[in-house]
């Protein structure tokens, strides 16, 4: 009977020890993450004061005014995404995000992705092709996968060149879920940053000197609300050719 009790009392010890371990693991992750978070913020609200205490030389030609006020828009737009992106993610995380369920034909989600940045495509001189398929239906909330879509479409033009850049659109129907592949001709993602493409703040080695717009959220809020569909995403680790997002949510919720 006491060496029963010993045993209970070890294995719950070690389970406290395992607990705490957890915990701590946890709270480093979020002290790393805040640190991020507070550089990521400081960045645009820097450039934004350095700016205005320029903009107070009366001075000033008219045209180098007109610069400086373009660059104070252009970081207000960056910390206002920025700012989204994080209570977005937070709430992703905390599960406390409502997801608006319904049935939809998913070519057509996919063509109003398009849609929404072929502007931007069109201005850079890249092609963006889909074949579109008629009736392949499935449960999901219409704007969080149109996130995930012009997030995917948004990565692929920032990385392929212009004139020459191209990105294709597939959908596949499988027995069970929907499955959608973006790929691109762009610089692709070096071997050894797919394995934290989806982590929170990543930005890719593979980038230009200045570092692209972005807040390095994206394909993690992306991962966030393809899990909550209970589907699966993923970087194919052998495509040469570019990059190649792939990601599944079942048909039926």
Request: a negative charge.
């Amino acid at each position: 009977m006491l060496q029963e009790k010993s045993n209970e009392l070890a294995a719950m010890a070690q389970q406290l020890k395992l607990a705490n371990e957890e915990l701590r693991i946890q709270d480093k992750l979020k002290d790393e993450f805040l640190d991020t978070v507070a550089h990521e913020l400081k960045t645009p609200v820097t450039s934004i004061k350095a700016a205005s205490e320029v903009l107070e030389d009366a001075d000033m030609p008219p045209d180098l005014r007109t610069k400086f006020l373009e660059n104070i828009n252009k970081d207000s737009d960056r910390l206002d995404t920025l700012i989204r992106n994080i209570l977005d993610l937070e709430k992703l995380s905390g599960n406390r995000t409502e997801l608006e369920m319904d049935y939809y034909d998913m070519s057509d989600t996919i063509q109003k992705a398009i849609h929404g940045v072929e502007q931007i495509a069109t201005k850079k001189g890249v092609s963006i092709k889909f074949s579109k398929k008629q009736n392949v239906f499935a449960t999901y909330d219409e704007d969080r996968i149109l996130q995930v879509l012009t997030n995917l479409l948004s990565n692929s033009l920032k990385f392929t060149e212009p004139q020459t850049g191209k990105i294709r659109i597939l959908l596949e129907e499988l027995e069970t879920e929907v499955s959608v592949i973006v790929k691109d001709n762009g610089r692709g993602i070096p071997h050894e940053d797919k394995a934290y493409i989806f982590d929170k703040f990543y930005q890719s080695k593979n980038q230009n000197i200045k570092k692209p717009q972005g807040s390095g959220l994206g394909l993690a809020i992306c991962k966030k609300i393809v899990e909550s569909h209970a589907g699966t995403i993923s970087v194919d680790k052998d495509y040469k050719k570019g990059a190649l997002i792939r990601f599944s949510i079942p048909k039926e919720q």
